[in-house]
């Protein structure tokens, strides 16, 4: 279920503006394209991006480095750890006003889980320290 973001509380960790939330929808849309069989990115989408001042980069999964394909979007996400889901950088959970174009990414739902309420450099860090202790 979808939730109309800038219609929350102003408190909710969920909330942004309208115009956040459309930012945010123009750069999963991107990565979406710009994911392996997407379609790609065409000129006239490369020019808007530069314009202001946003890289196109290779819509890999943030966690594993694994490329996302676009086929992947179609994963049923109940069932399949492979299913693409929308992640942030910093959890909404720790900071007020993060679902932005800045702070969001695809990421695996395996990775998601993994990641939950951490940083990416943290989740890496605590993996580190997990393989660290079971190495005989």
Not at 90 to 115: E, T
Request: net charge neutral.
């Amino acid at each position: 279920s979808r939730i109309v973001r800038w219609r929350l509380q102003t408190t909710d960790p969920e909330y942004c503006t309208q115009e956040e939330a459309l930012a945010v929808a123009k750069k999963l849309a991107l990565l979406m394209l710009n994911s392996q069989n997407g379609g790609g990115i065409t000129p006239a989408l490369e020019r808007y991006y530069a314009e202001n001042g946003q890289e196109i980069i290779p819509t890999t999964c943030p966690l594993c480095k694994r490329i996302i394909d676009v086929a992947d979007f179609n994963r049923n996400a109940t069932v399949d750890l492979d299913a693409i889901q929308m992640g942030h950088l910093i959890p909404l959970s720790r900071h007020l006003n993060s679902h932005n174009a800045s702070n969001v990414f695809w990421i695996h739902r395996r990775c998601n889980y993994i990641k939950g309420e951490q940083t990416l450099k943290e989740s890496l860090s605590s993996l580190i320290d997990i393989i660290r202790n079971h190495v005989i």
